[in-house]
């Protein structure tokens, strides 16, 4: 069984301070792959990226950045200079690849960016 | 594209009454997914469809709970009768092979 741990509940920073996001997982599948998910107060599910198993490469865009390690099953999130705008819930994601695969998403971790 | 289209947006409704929540699914995706969110489970996974069949449908809570996809454009969760703790934000997204996941809007379903 899949499984996706977030174990920061929440989070307070203050704007332009840097904070990074945990997430680990458990998977039997050698191919699967990582989702990462905002929430902003308004409540719709934003896509932020997908990773593929086979593709360990950190990937940077603009002020968010990935880190995808294999070797201890984590996929973690960094927000550099954060923005109150970037104040939401932040769930990570697994889905094991196939024709129809269920996400499972952790917890999730509240992000609050204050002035 | 319109991405995933759920209504109603929000759903008030006395207790034992029926509820149906609708979704149209991004045109061209093959599978079909209902989560519910609540502050205590999360985002917690209900049933989920391939090619309009369900393939999955162990997260559905009980009995009074039903979910249908009679074509690939259409899916339906009716919930009969209503409790209060069937209050929550539900959630339908589509896929194309697993590989991209688009969320609609959400329903806010209140049972009061």
């Known amino acids: 069984a899949q499984k996706v741990t977030q174990a920061q509940t929440e989070i307070s920073v203050v704007e332009k301070e840097d904070v990074t996001l945990d997430c680990v997982y458990e998977?039997?599948?050698?191919?699967?792959?990582l989702f990462w998910y905002k929430q902003p107060p308004s409540g719709e599910l934003v896509f932020l990226i997908r990773?593929?198993?086979?593709?360990?490469q950190n990937e940077i865009s603009g002020r968010y950045s990935w880190n995808f390690q294999k070797s201890t099953s984590s996929f973690n999130f960094t927000i550099t200079a954060s923005q109150v705008v970037d104040s939401a819930v932040y769930f990570c994601?697994?889905?094991?690849?196939?024709?129809?695969?269920?996400?499972?998403f952790g917890t999730g971790t509240r992000l609050q960016v204050t002035l | 594209d319109a991405g995933v289209i759920q209504s109603p947006r929000h759903e008030v409704t006395e207790m034992g009454q029926e509820v149906t929540l609708r979704c149209k699914p991004i045109?061209?995706?093959?599978?079909l997914f209902w989560y519910r969110q609540t502050m205590m489970r999360g985002l917690e996974l209900l049933i989920y469809?391939?090619?309009?069949?369900?393939?999955?449908d162990s997260g559905m809570p009980e009995d009074r709970f039903s979910a249908k996809m009679p074509n690939a454009s259409f899916s339906t969760l009716k919930i009969q009768p209503s409790e209060p703790r069937d209050s929550a934000v539900y959630f339908c997204?589509?896929?194309?092979?697993?590989?991209?996941?688009?969320f609609g809007s959400g329903t806010r379903l209140t049972v009061v």
């Open positions: 997204a589509s896929s194309l092979g697993g590989r991209g996941y688009t």
């Open positions: 998977t039997r599948d050698t191919t699967y792959y």
């Open positions: 990773r593929n198993s086979f593709d360990e």
């Open positions: 994601a697994l889905s094991e690849t196939g024709t129809a695969s269920k996400l499972t």
């Open positions: 045109s061209g995706h093959n599978s």
């Open positions: 469809f391939n090619n309009n069949v369900p393939i999955d």
